[in-house]
């Protein structure tokens, strides 16, 4: 499904696999090792973004080591 992309260890976000760093916070520390996809539509009536601190839409892990 998204095995290919990368996450931001800072941020949790999914992104492409040809980004360098990360579009939502500009970290460059990115990681293949992740798991557990979530998109989140709408941060502001998500639980789970609220766990994870997310307040823009988008594509994220819930794990990344
Ligand atoms: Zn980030």
Known sequence: MAEDRLVCRECHRVVEPNVETCPSCGSSSLTEDWAGYV????PENSQIADEMEVDEE????????
């Open 58 to 65: 988008g594509a994220y892990a819930l794990k990344v080591r």
């Open 39 to 42: 998109y989140i539509a709408h």
